[in-house]
């Protein structure tokens, strides 16, 4: 029997991915085999879903076992290796992080059952009703230069006090500029999550349908350059934004599932630590650019999302889900709901007297603290199902030209989603949705 090249491809990709585990527990003194054993375990499950030997292209299941392979993999063995205690708090024992992993463990099989039986019930496999191919539609350049010029005249008027955060995200002089577009609360939502992404919506949609790049094309993406300049936004934000507008790009990647996981992982180790300067340097000049990742970064906040829920599991700290009311209801007024529960991350700051309450709190640990064992049951099953139903309708049906933008942009904020908290992921998704279905309505028009 012949291997084909693909498939070669990825026996390759699978050993390599297991040596960094090897690599760290060879390097560990102080050793606790029960939770290497099983961290072993859960990184070698994610090593057979991400590098699968049936040739798929990339979904949204395999963006969420790359996460799972960093973030609750990778990311907890260094740190145990370290004996590292992020944000403070009470010490982390050995025996924490095998039962945190254990019932994480539980969660992702949970999630992988659930999605791959909806994703293979007989019932979704019939096509959808066609819908209406891009070659049948036109995108109308005037109110696409309007809309995107609306949202930039906004965001200049926005930043006219600090135009140097249009290009840093938070520095300036050596100061920490803490800033909202708006004074208003509710203002300033709004504006983050659906008018300030308008103009990348708009060129993606641009790129979809006519395919060609002209002068049009160039100043719809100046136009988004000033608005949404990447080391201006939360990294997030960048790749919520970004993938989805290089796959508009090179759609072909979709189909190329080795590159865009490759990708994905370089994002990670090399990308996303550039883009942090954005929120430590005060001018471009500053900006340092390595071919070596620093690996220490596991030792970081940024990869501080399994501590985190394994703090909530350790002390079995749940809330009934009032965190779960104030993800469903994020678009309701503080002012009028002065009691409006704050994202998960800042709760258990406060709760486990961490030194920083802007934290992560990843998905599966959104379960727990909402309804506590059965909470990760009831979120991986939901999770699973929402993968599917995705994956289903952009691969086995006839996605429409707005679907396909918003899968696009949900493969992009799906580690943001994962790593949590979900208060923010579920505002950005929302509001990202909201922007790419109105732009649809206003640019988007049959051709006669």
């Not at 990308?271 to 071919?291: C, D, K």
């Not at 800042?346 to 920083?356: D, H, M, R, S, Y």
């Not at 603290?369 to 929402?386: R, T, Y």
Request: hydrophobic content about 50%; some cysteine.
């Amino acid at each position: 029997m012949k291997i084909n090249q693909q498939t070669k491809a990825n026996v390759v990709m699978f050993v390599v991915s297991l040596l960094p585990p090897l690599i760290i527990n060879c390097s560990i003194t102080d050793s606790f085999f029960p939770f290497q054993f099983v961290n072993f375990i859960l990184i070698v499950w994610c090593a057979c879903r991400i590098f699968s030997f049936d040739n798929k292209p990339i979904s949204s299941d395999t963006i969420t076992y790359l996460f799972i392979y960093i973030f609750l993999g990778i990311a907890p063995l260094y740190q145990f290796s370290a004996k590292a205690l992020l944000w403070g708090g009470a010490p982390i024992k050995d025996t924490d992080y095998f039962y945190a992993t254990i019932i994480l463990l539980g969660g992702i099989l949970i999630y992988d059952m659930a999605y791959r039986v909806y994703y293979y019930s007989k019932r979704h496999l019939r096509q959808s009703k066609s819908s209406t191919h891009a070659k049948s539609l036109q995108l109308s350049n005037t109110r696409a230069l309007i809309l995107s010029t609306l949202s930039l005249v906004i965001t200049l008027y926005a930043y006219k006090d600090y135009p140097i955060l249009l290009i840093l995200r938070e520095y300036n002089e050596d100061v920490k500029i803490v800033f909202d577009a708006f004074s208003n609360t509710s203002l300033n939502l709004i504006y983050t999550i659906v008018i300030r992404p308008i103009p990348i919506v708009v060129l993606m949609y641009y790129n979809i349908i006519s395919k060609k790049q002209c002068l049009f094309s160039y100043i719809l993406l100046f136009i988004v350059l000033i608005t949404n300049f990447p080391l201006s936004l939360p990294r997030f934000y960048v790749a919520g934004l970004y993938l989805p507008l290089m796959f508009t790009y090179y759609r072909h990647l979709i189909y190329k599932p080795l590159l865009i996981k490759f990708i994905f992982i370089f994002g990670i180790l090399f990308v996303f630590p550039f883009l942090n300067q954005g929120r430590t340097v005060t001018s471009i000049s500053e900006l340092e650019v390595s071919i070596i990742p620093d690996y220490e970064m596991f030792l970081t906040g940024h990869f501080d999302t399994f501590q985190n829920g394994l703090r909530v599991i350790r002390d079995n700290y749940v809330t009934y889900g009032e965190q779960l009311l104030g993800v469903i209801l994020f678009w309701f007024p503080r002012s009028i709901w002065p009691g409006k529960p704050i994202g998960s991350g800042g709760v258990i700051a406060e709760e486990f007297g961490l030194t920083f309450d802007h934290i992560a709190l990843n998905y599966w640990a959104e379960g727990w603290i909402n309804f506590g064992l059965i909470g990760i049951v009831l979120f991986s099953i939901i999770l699973g199902k929402i993968n599917a139903t995705f994956d289903i309708k952009f691969y086995k049906r006839k996605p429409s030209i707005c679907y396909m933008t918003i899968y696009f942009i949900y493969l992009g904020m799906l580690f943001f989603i994962l790593r949590g908290d979900l208060i923010s992921c579920v505002a950005y998704m929302v509001g990202l949705s909201a922007a790419t279905y109105g732009c649809s309505k206003l640019i988007i028009h049959k051709s006669r």
